[in-house]
């Protein structure tokens, strides 16, 4: 492949078309999204709404560049879809000055790490707003240049890459991986339905402890604090928690064995069982079980969909949902029979590990999924070095 080092200002031109507003008609201005995600379109309005704001038609096949967010990619070509849309001064608006470059192909490479590069270093500043392109120096820029047939390819096989990738991720959106896991209180409750002999009510399970430790009490012999961001929904897996320190507020002391149940905002669905001492937030319920009732297994009840359900219908009009102990306490569970208990919680503890093998593995698709156009690109334009 023959490539030229080639000056951005020899081959694109800055046009600029201006807009002379009518404060009565009606407009459409577009923004460009960072990381190569294309044009957006905002709502319409009208000539007054805009103001004393500076705007310029767009046109298809123009080269699109936000000014102020070059640097991380927003930078796109305008479609068809475009016709008759407006942007503001900040998006520079560039068409080829000849016909020695095809901006479908300019587009890829300035998205491209190499071309990334460029664009950086055409952006003074330090970060944000503060990064903003400077014309000249975008003009000044010298790219590796391709004839233009071989830039039409690229930017074909370029597109055919990006077209596969978005068919796939909204394939593996529509049974994402939140929602494999959001399918899990529903699959606790067949299970547990499966084996209940009959029901029970939450209060006649558990004690509800409210052991309140304050800032000047001596926390001991709790080693940790583990609030609700620590904690994930459906599954009521740990995902962290933060060492002790000077306490602003009262806390609520747990100990191994006591199943905590989020009562703020329960439609999140954090339950989870307590393997060491600790304190946790007032948002959290400490519940003891009583003797006989497993921990594990009630946690699993406690996650269920009939439980999340009334839950959900009993604070559904708080515009801040907090669910009271009175009403947790009345909800009715299934009631599994403690000969049952162990292979009840065999069953759950097999479909949890299946749902998570799932959504492990739809991340990874997802995440090979949003490599795919990267590694194109790197792989296109590494032959331009």
């Not at 933060?242 to 669905?269: A, E, S, T, W």
């Not at 079980?289 to 969909?305: I, K, N, Q, Y």
Request: a neutral charge; proline letters at 5%.
């Amino acid at each position: 492949m023959k490539v030229r080092q080639r000056r951005v200002g020899d081959l694109l031109r800055l046009e600029r078309r201006a807009v002379e507003v009518d404060l009565v008609a009606h407009y459409r201005e577009i923004g460009v999204r960072s990381f190569g995600k294309g044009i957006f379109h905002k709502e319409p309005v009208t000539g007054l709404d805009l103001g004393s704001k500076r705007v310029f038609h767009i046109e298809p096949g123009d080269l699109v560049i936000s000014n102020v967010f070059a640097w991380e990619g927003a930078i796109a070509v305008a479609s068809s879809s475009e016709t008759g849309m407006i942007g503001s001064h900040r998006f520079m608006t560039f068409i080829p000055k000849n016909d020695e470059i095809d901006v479908a192909w300019a587009a890829w490479f300035f998205l491209s790490e190499q071309g990334l590069e460029l664009i950086r270093s055409a952006s003074p500043g330090s970060a944000g707003r503060n990064r903003t392109l400077a014309i000249a120096r975008f003009e000044a820029l010298e790219i590796p240049l391709p004839e233009v047939v071989d830039q039409r390819q690229i930017a074909r096989r370029l597109d055919a890459v990006r077209d596969r990738a978005v068919a796939a991720s909204a394939s593996i959106a529509e049974t994402g991986v939140s929602g494999v896991r959001a399918l899990l209180p529903d699959l606790v409750d067949l299970a547990l339905l499966d084996e209940a002999t009959g029901s029970v009510v939450v209060g006649d399970l558990v004690d509800f402890i409210s052991d309140t430790v304050h800032p000047a009490d001596d926390p001991a012999p709790a080693d940790r604090f583990v609030g609700l961001q620590h904690i994930e929904s459906h599954t009521g897996r740990s995902i962290g928690s933060d060492p002790l320190g000077p306490m602003k507020g009262r806390k609520f002391r747990f100990r191994p064995g006591d199943v905590i149940y989020g009562y703020l905002r329960p439609y999140l669905n954090k339950v989870w069982v307590a393997d060491s001492n600790g304190l946790c937030s007032v948002d959290q319920y400490v519940l003891r079980p009583h003797e006989g009732v497993d921990p594990e297994l009630l946690a699993f009840t406690l996650r269920g969909r009939g439980v999340l359900a009334a839950a959900i219908e009993k604070t559904h009009s708080l515009q801040l949902p907090r669910l009271r102990s009175a009403l947790l306490g009345a909800i009715q569970v299934p009631a599994v029979p403690p000969e049952k208990a162990e292979r009840t919680l065999g069953r759950l503890r097999r479909l949890e590990t299946l749902t998570l093998e799932i959504d492990a593995h739809r991340l990874r698709q997802q995440e090979l999924v949003a490599a795919l156009v990267p590694a194109a690109m790197n792989s296109e334009f590494a032959k331009l070095r």
